[in-house]
């Protein structure tokens, strides 16, 4: 085989892919990525060592953070980003071995911490053994890459929250620890599962943390009409997660006579006040992130990639020239925004080029309506306790997660369109967009799609739920009538779902596919202690979920 990656719901045959990466990934980035996963576990044991004698290195946890985050599914293609990236590492290892040996301390100079490489094509040799294989017990690899797919996820959180200044330390310590754990072949399979539900945990603590920086920074998400239409002025669409690019990017084109407008998970956006005063600022564009080989090609204007999700154009694309990227995002071809240094990134030249185009073409008009996060569904409270207590609503349906390109995602559409008046949606990441723009109606002026946001802001579904547990004074979670029925795609998917079986979550659906990365005996443990099941047919699970 060429490769082997089987990291996210698209992977191969439903085994894994060994040729080319289904998202478009080539063998050569693949062996990059498992190096680079490779040598922040190697670097972890030196952080990890320093903190043991109370020294906390901010280099290493943000490279470690980054670099986890480079490698989520579909977030960087760009083979000279990675070799530049492991050449850093290794300037970063002598660094911090260099720390230790001050403190008369010296690890074993296992083949971990002392590997090097000089070319790119040494490194993608070296790679061949380091990568998710090199593990051969299937449970224990299963279990590890678990963990690591969870990290990854989690890392994404971090990275936002860190962009808006706040930071966790006890989350980087638990990272690096968790990744030294990969590592150690003494660990059993029951310990293994144990930092399994640990990463869950953390995962919760790093979703509460993004939502502190987010609403500190940008206000509460309040419920807001979105425009789906356009103007005639020339314009930018802005596409991934990352808010403070979203901040300088409005900054930076007002008055410049540039529109701008969101795209998939950036959606969200236009949830919050402090960005709500920018004229500019238009609406959103398109749909869910595969979607973009056709939106791209009828907006005309400059795109910009803060992070995930990108889906390598076709040879026919008109728009690569048009596309830039920042932060952990990159593709060949793309444009790349560096870092501002301490200063605010530099969108001037991405600003300037957006001017020399015409306005987008209109693809749809009308408004979709968003905005329901825990602060603004705490407000209505009241509201739905009494729908729930009279009978108006009859059950919660969680359906959030990613959406995909795979046909079989249409289920999540028809089960919504399924789902009884009297059940409402709470969804947040961009599986919405297989029904939010649905006309489902509302409940005596509740919407019926409750959308909390990106998949960075699931945190709100589990305030939601364990604020009503308060309300309705249960004892467990799993009494509310809420079902769970979750779309997944990559790996913050998967630190979702560990934070969810953290808090005591049962009987969640999957899918559409369960992830290949679960071995057999692994699937059992989850299922067997948790209830996880994969979908079925949409008039199966409805039956069900109401029964």
Sequence with gaps: MNMFCYQCQEASKGLGCEVKGVCGKTPEVSALQDLLIYQIKGLSHYTTALRALNIENDTANRFITESLFMTITNANFDHSRFVLRIREGFKLRSQLKAALHEKNVVLPQTELLTWSAITAGEMEEIAEYVGVLATENEDVRSLRELVIYGLKGMAAYLEHASNLGYFDTEIHAFTQRAL???????????????????????????????????????????????????????????????????????????????????????????????????????????????????????????????????????????????????????????????????????????????????????????????????????????????????????????????????????YYTDFATKLPKDTVILTAGCAKYRYNKLPLGDIGGIPRVLDAGQCNDSFSLVMIALKLKEVFELNDINELPIAYNIAWYEQKAVIVLLALLSLGVKNIHLGPTLPAFLSPNVAKVLVDNFGIAPIGSVDEDMKLFLN
Excluded at 199 to 225: C, F, H, R, W
Excluded at 260 to 285: I, Q, R
Excluded at 288 to 303: K, P
């Design 180 to 410: 030294v754990a990969t590592t150690d072949d003494s660990l059993t399979a029951d310990e293994l599962t144990a930092l399994v539900l640990e990463t869950g945990k953390m995962g919760v603590q790093v979703m509460a943390l993004l939502d502190k920086a987010n609403t500190t920074s940008y206000g509460n998400p309040e419920i807001t009409k979105v425009n789906l239409g356009v103007r005639k002025n020339p314009g930018i669409l802005i596409s991934g997660h990352d808010l403070k690019d979203m901040e300088e990017l409005l900054k930076q084109t007002e008055g410049t006579g540039v529109d701008v407008y969101t795209h998939s998970e950036m959606l969200p956006a236009n949830y919050y006040p402090a960005f709500k005063k920018y004229s500019h600022f238009v609406g959103n564009y398109g749909g869910a992130w595969w979607s973009q080989v056709t939106d791209f090609e009828t907006f005309n204007g400059v795109v910009l990639f803060t992070t995930n999700c990108i889906v390598p154009p076709r040879k026919t694309a008109t728009y690569v020239d048009r596309v830039y990227t920042t932060g952990a995002s990159g593709f060949p071809g793309f444009k790349h925004i560096a870092e501002g240094e301490g200063k605010p990134k530099d969108f001037s030249g991405l600003i300037q080029h957006a001017q020399s185009f015409a306005s987008p073409t209109e693809i749809e008009t009308g408004e979709i309506v968003g905005g329901f996060a825990h602060a603004q569904v705490f407000a209505l409270a009241d509201k739905i306790v009494d729908a729930v207590k009279s009978g108006a609503i009859r059950k919660f349906f969680v359906m959030a997660g990613c959406d995909g390109r795979m046909k079989g995602r249409s």
